[in-house]
């Protein structure tokens, strides 16, 4: 295979330091789902499959009546998802290829959760959302607003005073205050794992509570220039010379308070939506040419991959709750039997594991 040449990056570069940042938010993530380092992602899977199963596998009476075939697909589409990220890293191994990979892993790692959320919500007797935003918003009502508590899925931040949320605006935290200081830089162990995945939600829903604040300085400021026409023609009528144009707005703190209260809770969900944005159009070399070293872009590769078939696992098991468990496991084998996915794969593991319940 011919070397791929990226180009060389100072280790103090823009692209370094997100990547930095956001290696370590992926890590968090992955280790509130599978725990600390993993060396045997097999057996991780195992022991989230025994805890998560005992608070997500209710089975029901009888089936839920749902749309199956349009659940199956949301679930198909995931599964197909997950198996080309394992399947391009499996390929790239620890090669520069790797850093190219999560580029497009980022991508993948969204879409899996945007399917197998979906298939969730439509298992529920939900109809499928037919976009981003509304998925998102749903993933809130599938994880954090119940009284279940399984991070990194039910963790969200919101606005502080938000019922139930901690002093710091968290849901579903771990039961003592974050340290939202600590820098995803630094050398932090697996309890910390809370305050870097909540600072990676503090920060990602800061991005929306500055899109809407500027949203509303839009909308005020249009308003204001139409007041200003107005009076402009009525000065004009009456031989007053005009004001100056509004060219900006300031937002009250009463304002700025009502936009950001409104703001739902942000979940892993938009996080990585938000990584898939960056990696899609914002930043394209951040994974490419952030890492200093191929390792540093493996472990990310490594962590992705984990977080996704954790994010696949938690959502089959509240699925097999719903239509049964035979369902779900006869889904699972179509694909496996024609070739959509091999017993390597984590999706054949979930399978036996599931089976099991």
């Not at 596998?57 to 009888?62: E, K």
Request: glycine letters at 6%; one cysteine or more.
């Amino acid at each position: 295979m011919a070397r791929i040449l990226l180009p060389h990056v100072a280790s103090d570069s823009e692209q370094t330091r997100s990547f930095r940042t956001h290696a370590s938010y992926i890590r968090a993530f992955r280790e509130l789902a599978l725990g600390g380092e993993i060396t045997k992602p097999e057996s991780a899977l195992v022991g989230l499959h025994a805890s998560a199963a005992s608070v997500l596998y209710r089975q029901h009476a009888a089936p839920r009546p749902c749309d199956r075939e349009q659940l199956f697909g949301c679930l198909r589409r995931a599964w197909a998802t997950a198996r080309l990220l394992e399947h391009t890293h499996e390929l790239a191994g620890d090669s520069e290829i790797i850093r190219l990979a999560n580029s497009w892993g980022a991508v993948q790692a969204y879409y899996v959760l945007y399917g197998c959320a979906q298939a969730l919500m439509v298992a529920e007797g939900g109809t499928r959302p037919q976009a981003h935003e509304p998925t998102k918003r749903r993933y809130v009502d599938l994880w954090t607003s119940r009284t279940m508590q399984l991070a990194p899925w039910t963790l969200a931040a919101a606005a502080p005073g938000t019922r139930l949320a901690d002093a710091d605006g968290f849901l579903s935290g771990p039961g003592r205050p974050l340290d939202l200081e600590l820098h995803p830089w630094v050398s932090w162990q697996s309890e910390q794992a809370w305050d870097i995945a909540a600072k990676a939600l503090r920060s990602t829903r800061q991005v929306l509570v500055d899109d809407r604040l500027s949203h509303k300085r839009r909308e005020l400021l249009s308003a204001k220039k139409k007041a200003w026409r107005a009076d402009r023609e009525a000065r004009l009528r009456s031989g007053r010379p005009p004001v100056p144009e509004p060219k900006s707005v300031r937002l009250s703190a009463a304002q700025k308070d009502d936009v950001t209260s409104a703001i739902r809770p942000v979940t892993m969900a938009d996080y990585l939506y938000r990584l898939r944005i960056k990696a899609n159009y914002e930043d394209v070399t951040m994974f490419s040419n952030g890492p200093t070293t191929d390792y540093e872009a493996s472990t990310v590769g490594a962590n992705l991959i984990a977080l996704v078939c954790a994010t696949l696992l938690v959502h089959e098991l509240r699925i097999a709750a719903l239509v049964g468990r035979d369902e779900l496991i006869k889904a699972m084998d179509s694909v496996l039997l024609y070739g959509a996915a091999d017993s390597a794969s984590s999706l054949a593991q979930r399978r036996d594991l599931h089976a099991g319940l």
